[in-house]
């Protein structure tokens, strides 16, 4: 009989933590969870579910504004109510803490609401109360960096856009990634004047050269891109705020939001205490079977910083704990994992990027395909879509594949399948496409643009 109170203890109720407890405890293992904030984790509640949702509200704009090319006449020029939106995407997230809570529940997880830290191996403090378990889990996500600028008080991170009870009419981000680039294209869909802020001289650093440069060209429609910009320091001026950008130049705005990345949440976890390693950012140092230097401590998810996508997390998760209590052995592999960014155009990308597939293949032939949208042939609206394909010309398979356009995450998730059953080209060429679509356009494709040639 084991003196341990619990088998496994999970340390952060998002995806990786709850799929981990659950997997644990429907294979016996006695199973406690600690969250001091939230169920759910960044996903449910300041990430992927209520940014989709704003995503959404600020598509039905542009699609009343496209409606009229479709016979459609509105009566009186439409009004948006952020506070009414803001309010049901509250309700939504409440509902899925209450799922996320009922999950746990029904596994037998016992649930402790607090702050928990590691207090020596096989011991969890919470508060005044030790816990005792045999395998400890930290899986407790990350948090917004902002960076030491002078003022950054007065600047939001994107945690703090979900809070937000009014819309500002003029706003600054700053950042060029994921977090930036949709929240740029939610803020103008709900008719703010956008301003964004970027050190580098193409967004969305680490995608394809081709994807970049095309969103880069496009988001210059409908906010003010400063690239090559970075901020000196922001002061109050009333209700407003004032920035110095490095160029010397000034500009006020309602709102200042920083969206600069996330950071592993570890700095009150108490790990060093016990020499458990962290990186230059803070992210917990784990082998391939997610166990830290101490024995029987493990981390992962966005914690590990590795690859900081919901998906993967469940997937470590569901490893661990598969591998600690006797459930079906897995690997969590890291290779052609789909990702997309709910931006103005989508973008979504599975695979090599061109540099990637030039690096690690002799050969490489680029298919790329620019069109515009046939919604947009009555719109009228200076819309256009990116499709490419990357293949090994030796073995003719696809190793990349990218898509700036509507509709682009939907499409890649079923082309992340083809390329995990080792998809070749002439494959590609004889599947029949379904017209009229833009995901046709994947297997319609026939003459390199670029061959690299020996």
């Given at each position: 009989m084991s003196t341990f109170e619990y088998d496994f203890f999970v340390i952060g109720a998002g995806s990786g933590g709850v799929r981990?407890?659950?997997?644990?405890?429907?294979?016996?293992?006695?199973?406690?969870?600690?969250?001091?904030?939230?169920?759910?984790?960044?996903?449910v509640n300041v990430g992927c579910i209520p940014k989709k949702l704003y995503t959404y509200a600020a598509h039905t704009r542009h699609d009343i504004a496209d409606s009229a090319a479709y016979g459609w006449h509105v009566a009186s020029e439409p009004t948006f109510d952020w506070s009414l939106l803001k309010t049901n995407k509250d309700k939504e997230i409440n509902r899925l803490n209450g799922i996320y809570k009922n999950l746990l529940n029904s596994a037998d997880v016992d649930i402790h609401e607090g702050h928990a830290r590691l207090a020596g191996p096989n011991r969890v403090a919470i508060g005044d109360r030790e816990i005792t378990a045999e395998h400890i889990l930290f899986a407790v996500g990350g948090q917004s960096f902002m960076p030491p600028v002078p003022g950054i008080e007065n600047a939001l991170d994107s945690d703090d856009f979900f809070e937000l009870s009014a819309q500002p009419t003029d706003v600054l981000i700053v950042g060029g990634g994921y977090i930036a680039t949709e929240l740029a294209g939610v803020f103008s869909g709900l008719g703010s004047q956008v301003t964004l802020a970027y050190r580098g001289d193409l967004l969305l650093n680490g995608f394809d050269e081709d994807i970049r440069s095309f969103f880069t060209d496009s988001i210059k429609s409908y906010v003010n891109l400063k690239l090559n910009s970075d901020i000196q320091r922001i002061e109050r001026s009333g209700d407003k705020k004032e920035v110095v950008f490095s160029d010397g130049t000034r500009a006020v705005f309602d709102a200042i939001l920083?969206?600069?990345?996330?950071?592993?949440?570890?700095?009150?976890?108490?790990?060093?205490?016990?020499?458990?390693?962290?990186?230059?950012?803070g992210a917990i140092i784990v082998d391939k079977n997610?166990?830290?230097?101490?024995?029987?401590?493990?981390a992962v998810g966005d914690v590990i910083d590795r690859v900081t996508l919901t998906p993967?997390?469940?997937?470590?998760?569901?490893?661990?704990?598969?591998?600690?209590?006797?459930?079906?052995?897995?690997?969590?592999?890291?290779?052609?994992?789909?990702?997309?960014?709910?931006?103005?155009?989508?973008i979504a990308t599975v695979g090599m990027t061109e540099a990637e597939a030039r690096n690690c293949h002799k050969n490489i032939d680029v298919y790329r395909s620019r069109f515009r949208p046939l919604k947009h042939t009555?719109?009228?609206?200076?819309?256009?879509s990116l499709m490419k394909m990357l293949v090994d010309r030796e073995s003719d398979r696809?190793?990349?594949?990218?898509?700036?356009?509507?509709?682009?995450?939907?499409?890649?998730?079923?082309?992340?399948v083809a390329l995990q059953a080792g998809a070749t080209k002439s494959q590609f060429d004889s599947t029949i496409g379904i017209h009229p679509t833009a995901a046709e356009e994947f297997v319609t494709m026939r003459t390199p643009v670029e061959e690299s040639t020996d």
């Open positions: 981990a407890a659950r997997t644990a405890a429907a294979l016996g293992a006695r199973t406690g969870i600690a969250e001091e904030r939230f169920f759910g984790g960044t996903c920083y969206a600069t990345g996330r950071v592993p949440a570890t700095a009150k976890l108490g790990l060093t205490d016990f020499g458990i390693k962290l990186s230059d950012v997610f166990e830290t230097a101490m024995p029987g401590v493990y993967v997390a469940l997937a470590e998760g569901q490893a661990l704990a598969r591998r600690l209590f006797g459930g079906p052995k897995q690997q969590v592999s890291y290779d052609l994992i789909p990702a997309a960014v709910f931006s103005e155009p989508q009555l719109t009228g609206r200076d819309s256009f696809v190793v990349g594949m990218h898509m700036a356009g509507t509709d682009a995450a939907e499409i890649m998730q079923g082309m992340a």
